[in-house]
């Protein structure tokens, strides 16, 4: 399975459990460190970010 095929399939499902495994981690580290925790707000202010500076794939531009 292609990356691609991998999006198209689990899109919204993947990134969400991707985007929640990465809080967790990143907030036990922040943790340890004494460091307050990352907000669900401030990851999606970051994500939002990150994606401005992304491009499209080509099948996103396709009509379906």
């Given at each position: 399975?292609?990356?691609?095929?991998?999006?198209?399939?689990?899109?919204?499902?993947?990134?969400?459990?991707?985007?929640l495994v990465?809080?967790?981690?990143?907030?036990?580290?922040?943790?340890?460190?004494?460091?307050?925790?990352?907000?669900?707000?401030?990851?999606?202010?970051?994500?939002?970010?990150?994606?401005?500076?992304?491009?499209?794939?080509?099948?996103?531009?396709e009509e379906?």
């Amino acid at each position: 399975m292609t990356k691609e095929e991998l999006y198209r399939m689990f899109g919204p499902l993947l990134v969400e459990a991707v985007v929640l495994v990465i809080k967790d981690e990143i907030n036990l580290l922040r943790t340890q460190h004494s460091l307050p925790e990352r907000t669900g707000e401030q990851l999606v202010t970051a994500i939002g970010a990150k994606l401005e500076t992304l491009s499209k794939y080509d099948w996103m531009n396709e009509e379906l």
